[in-house]
């Protein structure tokens, strides 16, 4: 349904009024149209539901897409997966056409929580709640396995290398960079993982932030080597890294911007009351939730605060100068309005969408929810900051919805777990 957004009048005089007969005659034109409009809109029907594959998933299954599969991890006890097995068992699936590639027992006791393809290897991440943090390396072809060691999977960088953090058999944590192919240790940290941060760029780790004893380092993830170095004030804790900026608070309570790649200070502002606020990137500028009632919104630039948002919930999507935000509502619906990134201005309400489902989605601009006759829209958020494009209309799925580049994968009706690509071609789609 396309709507229009006609706004308020304010030219007219509350003392003198129009009559019924001037206003008919001033706004039938533009009713006229109006009507023609949204006639043809109604009559516009969704998209069709894309092809899809079904994929064979218990309800428990962990799912995991990485670069052209789909992983389903099943837990082990009788009845969990379809054949009954009770042993943990690892799937991987062709996308789009959902064929199996392979189907091995878990190689590790605990929960699949991160998977890393590099080359012809996959490197899988497993947890569990008796069981140390653990890492397996996988062949692409059969799943057989290559090699394993002690620690938690943190992803890949740009070089394909895997950057791991545990004991690893010592007493003091250890920060490691990891040959993909053997599990071979390139380099290696004494270091607590929380004392480090790691920013990503097109899913990958470009650059390793370290604050340690007063020092604030910016690594080479593929090397280990210094970047740039600057001391901090004591009981400093780095809160977040975008692009342009470390920020971090210390013990005096202010909240201070250091400069990427130089690390000189930019800015230091009062941090509020919170000893440690929830500080993130928010598009062009930096959100801070402080424990105050509104989130504040700095610029990056300066550090002064631009404006505040109050019953709002606000992320780094950003489109045209325009910001994300999302006020929650019954039923897990939530409503969803692009506001003006400059002046927090409502600019365009979205509608009640809901995100995708944790455990499987890394798209946070790919919505979804059900319409009254039982299908389930599948929207993105446009580009050009203009509505949500509807891409795809799906029927038989519970919801649980996630997505994933150009896929999409929701829980069906009748088990299982289907997965649909997305069309590229957006602008021959609807718009809700």
């Keep these: ?49 894309p092809p899809g594959v079904t994929v064979p998933a218990g309800p428990d299954a962990n799912l995991l897409f990485v670069e052209g599969a789909l992983l389903v991890a099943e837990p082990s006890g009788p009845g969990t997966v379809a054949d009954g097995d009770p042993v943990s068992r690892l799937a991987a699936h062709r996308l789009p056409s959902g064929r199996p590639l392979w189907r091995v ?38 799943g057989g396995v290559r090699w394993r060691g002690e620690g938690q999977l943190h992803g890949a960088t740009s070089a394909g290398h895997l950057l791991l953090s545990g004991f690893a058999g010592s007493s003091a944590s250890v920060l490691r960079s990891v040959d993909p192919a053997t599990g071979a240790v390139r380099w290696s940290q004494p270091l607590a993982f929380e004392d480090a941060h790691l920013s990503r760029r097109d899913q990958r780790i470009s ?46 309570g202010v909240l201070s911007g250091y400069e990427i790649p130089g690390l000189r200070r930019r800015w230091s502002v009062p941090r509020g009351p919170a000893d440690q606020p929830d500080v993130y990137d928010c598009g062009a500028l930096i959100c801070v939730d402080d424990g105050s009632p509104a989130t504040r919104l700095l610029d990056p630039a300066t550090g002064a605060l631009r404006w505040r948002s109050e019953n709002a919930a606000l992320g780094p999507v950003a489109v045209e100068g325009r910001l994300l935000a999302v006020r929650r509502a019954s039923g897990g619906a939530a409503e969803h309005v692009l506001l003006d990134a400059a002046t927090g201005r409502p600019v365009r309400q979205l509608g009640r969408w809901r995100a995708g489902a944790p455990w499987l989605s890394a798209d946070a ?24 494009r509807v891409l795809a209309a799906l029927r038989g799925v519970v919801g649980e919805c996630g997505a994933r580049e150009s896929f999409v994968a929701c829980r069906r009706e009748d088990g299982g777990l289907g997965v649909w690509e997305l069309p590229g071609d957006r602008d021959r789609k609807g718009r809700a």
């Design 1 to 49: 349904m396309t709507v229009i957004d006609l706004g308020e009048r304010r030219d007219v005089d509350g003392a003198a009024g129009p009559g019924p007969g001037r206003f008919l005659r001033r706004w039938a034109p533009a009713l006229v149209a109006l009507l023609c409009l949204v006639t043809s809109a109604a009559a516009a029907p969704w998209p069709a539901q």
């Design 105 to 142: 027992p878990l190689p590790a006791p605990g929960r699949v929580f991160h998977a890393v393809r590099a080359g012809d290897l996959l490197a899988v991440g497993l947890a569990g709640d008796r069981t140390a943090s653990e890492v397996v390396g996988l062949s692409t072809a059969d």
């Design 207 to 252: 650059l390793l932030t370290v604050l340690a004893g007063g020092r604030l380092e910016l690594r080479d993830p593929d090397t280990g080597a210094a970047r740039a170095a600057t001391t901090v004030p004591d009981r400093s804790r780095v809160l977040t890294v975008t692009e342009e900026l470390v920020l971090l608070t210390d013990a005096s």
């Design 365 to 388: 601009t790919t919505v979804h929810r059900r319409q009254r006759d039982g299908r389930y829209l599948v929207g993105r958020i446009d580009e050009r900051g203009e509505g949500v």
